[in-house]
């Protein structure tokens, strides 16, 4: 099974500030899919972005965007002007594209975000 | 809406019992997904389907099983053979595809076993 690490157990932004959280992962395929997902204190689990691996271009929603190193297996999220909101886990996930686990995700271990004022 | 039920949110266990979380969704999704969620771990997979009447094992399924009468539901027994059951269990759906379609959630149960 293909391993997804997020490094950084907890981070800390500045409100209106920007936020890189990382994430690599080891694979052998050459298509597959990343994700991230955030789950707020309610613990309901919300899909952030996703990125195809054949498309090199970095996927962007909004205020969040990422960097996606293929050659270096790296998957990094990117949140601008940070807002209080935003305080979360985030959770990287990749995907295998032949549909391995019957396209279930893999997650890595997540990130706790703190926003403060 | 369309979307994801889970319930009990909160589920407790007296140790030797077996209980049974329940999963329903409206999305007319083909896939369905169980996930346990421990502290400072991610998101493991313990069963899915991806039809009706059949399911496979995923890393941690020891312990716990499943059934796939209908598409809509897909019920979560865990068992007295689960050795350490209390956790946060999370179920969730999406289409088949080799696309980028996402898995949307549910608001999870929180098992505690007393």
């Not at chain 2, 909160?10 to 019992?17: D, S, W």
């Not at chain 2, 346990?36 to 399924?61: C, E, M, T, W």
Request: include cysteine; proline fraction near 4%; glycine fraction near 6%.
């Amino acid at each position: 099974a293909q391993t997804v690490t997020q490094s950084q157990p907890e981070m800390s932004v500045q409100e209106a500030e920007t936020v890189t959280l990382s994430c690599t992962y080891d694979t052998s395929e050459s298509d597959y899919y990343l994700f991230w997902y955030k789950q707020p204190p309610s613990r309901q689990m919300i899909l952030v972005i996703r990125q195809e691996a054949y498309k090199q271009q970095n996927a962007t929603e909004n205020r969040f965007s990422v960097n996606f190193q293929k050659a270096a297996k790296s998957f990094s999220l990117k949140i601008s002007d940070s807002q209080l909101g935003d305080a979360a886990m985030y959770f990287c996930a990749y995907r295998s594209y032949f549909g391995d686990s019957g396209y279930a995700l893999n997650f890595g271990k997540g990130t706790s975000l703190l926003v403060t004022p | 809406d369309g979307g994801i039920t889970q319930s009990p949110k909160y589920l407790f266990r007296k140790e030797g019992q077996n209980v049974t979380l329940s999963c329903e969704q409206n999305l007319n999704h083909d896939a369905m997904y169980w996930y346990r969620q421990d502290p400072g771990q991610g998101l493991r997979l313990i069963y899915y389907s991806q039809i009706v009447n059949d399911f496979q094992k995923g890393d941690i399924a020891e312990g716990y099983s499943v059934s796939r009468e209908k598409k809509e539901s897909f019920p979560l027994t865990v068992t007295s053979a689960q050795k350490n059951p209390t956790a946060f269990y999370l179920c969730a759906s999406s289409v088949i595809d080799k696309g980028l379609d996402e898995q949307f959630f549910g608001p999870g149960t929180r098992l505690t076993v007393l």
